[in-house]
């Protein structure tokens, strides 16, 4: 079982889960395959390893059976649990510790094991957000759940055990530290100046335009200033919105063309390069707050942390994202 453990030294808490450490991992060289492996859980036909699903969508057939496109299952080997207790316990004055309670679902994007998101059709990708918000929403009915991440790992060294393409979603009970202090800049900024900091950083970027990849009528993709790797991207809408469970429906194709057309030149542009995104959204009870606005962060894995960053907490980027934004305004999205 999950427990979570508050570290006293940092204010934040630490997730304890065995049993990921059971997780199955791809035994496939390279990045490239004939055939996807046989005991793939997320390939169709392979529904009975996987799980029961959750929500999906598919062409009139039964449950649990292939005919789907996109499929949401449990994580079989899950960091947090709905079922578990989440109460707080004490075990001293400095010791804390309280059940695994939260959720951990997989989004299978896509039946075809080698169909990476940057391949997908913007028709496809547009389904794929539209199913990402809808368990997002679904989840925050459960008022235990106080944060859900949704994110995306492609590629060994950021931490994907299976190549099927798919998505990830945990819902905690606490908001980790990294994003509360995220949160709380924004609000210090927009209680100084009554603007949403991302706002006015968007603008700013598409002023100078000495940063920015790709964009159409309702979103951006821009490197930031002070980005943490080489090739950090982030796509932010041209409309505040705090919370990417309340994007209307019609703004999903646009944002599908443009995540299509960023993934697609960091796949052509630096060979299918590993990287985790992520959606960052504003927390439970500010979703209609201004101070916030809603983005996706891609960070591709292109160099390894050392010792001074894991000292000092400080970043060091041997990338300057005015380089790698003109590189990439170059590449074709292929």
Known sequence: MSLLRHDITTNDWVIFAPERARRPHDRES?????????????????????????????????????????????????????????????????????????????????????????????????????????????????????????????????????????????????????????????????????????????????????????????????????SRVPFETWILPKAHQSSFGLVEPARFRPLAELLQAVLGKLWTGLDDPDFNLTINTAPRGDEGKEYFLWHIEIVPRLSRPAGFEMGSGMAINTVLPEDAALFLQSVESG
Not at 34 to 60: D, K, M, V, W
Not at 177 to 201: M, P, W
């Open 30 to 226: 390279g990045r490239a395959s004939s055939s996807p492996p046989s005991g793939c859980p997320f390939c169709p036909g392979n529904e009975r390893l996987a799980g029961p699903e959750i929500y999906t969508l598919r062409g009139g057939t039964a449950a649990n059976s292939p005919g789907w496109s996109i499929r949401v299952i449990p994580n079989k080997f899950p960091a947090l649990r709905i079922e578990d207790d989440f109460r707080r316990v004490e075990e001293g004055p400095l010791f804390r510790f309280m059940g695994g309670c939260g959720a951990h679902e997989v989004i299978i994007e896509t039946p075809q094991h080698d169909r990476i998101l940057a391949q997908q059709t913007p028709l496809e990708i547009e389904f794929v957000l539209r199913t990402l918000q809808l368990r997002f929403n679904d989840l925050l009915r459960d008022l235990r759940f106080q944060t859900i991440v949704i994110f995306k790992n492609h590629g060994e060294s950021a931490g994907t055990s299976l190549r099927h393409p798919h998505w990830q979603l945990i819902a905690t009970p606490v908001v980790p530290r990294t994003l509360r202090i995220k949160h709380a800049v924004a609000e210090d900024y927009f209680d100084a100046t009554g603007q949403c900091l991302y706002c006015v950083l968007l603008h700013e970027e598409l002023a100078a335009r000495k940063r920015l990849v790709a964009e159409n009528d309702h979103f951006a993709a821009v490197m930031p200033y002070a």
